[in-house]
């Protein structure tokens, strides 16, 4: 399973908990991902906070977890990341937003459901 992470803790606990509600960490592998937009300071995702907690979590349920890191537009390497690894479900969080909003500024999680060419679930997120 491709669990698409960003930096926000909280989004990171929802989407935790999807996964956890779906599979038992025997039954299933989880590569948790970050696609970075901009990096200026070379960070890795094994730095991120929603990466270590959802890591530290998932591992402690019993989960085999790998960490991986892309560069460029989230939705398309999200979708380059799935078929790469041939993933069997891409997980990734979700914010709810208006009409409105999402017309004006696009989504992620929008992009990967239209596009993605294997199952995708959408994990509960906060109002953004």
Not at 3 to 12: G, I, Y
Not at 61 to 82: C, T
Request: aromatic residues 4%; charged residues 25%.
């Amino acid at each position: 399973m491709l669990v698409a992470l960003s930096q926000d803790e909280a989004d990171a606990q929802n989407v935790v908990k999807t996964v956890t509600g779906l599979y038992g960490g025997d039954e299933v592998d989880v590569v948790l991902t970050h696609c970075f937009t901009e990096n200026p300071e070379g960070a890795s995702a094994t730095q991120l906070s929603s990466i270590k907690h959802a890591r530290e979590r998932l591992e402690d349920a019993g989960y085999d977890v790998e960490v991986h890191e892309r560069s460029g537009n989230p939705a398309e390497e999200i979708l380059d990341a799935g078929r790469e690894l041939d993933a069997d479900l891409i997980c990734l969080g979700g914010r709810r937003r208006s009409a409105a909003g999402k017309v004006m500024f696009g989504s992620t999680a929008q992009s990967v459901l239209v596009d993605a060419d294997r199952p995708v679930v959408l994990s509960p997120g906060r109002r953004a």
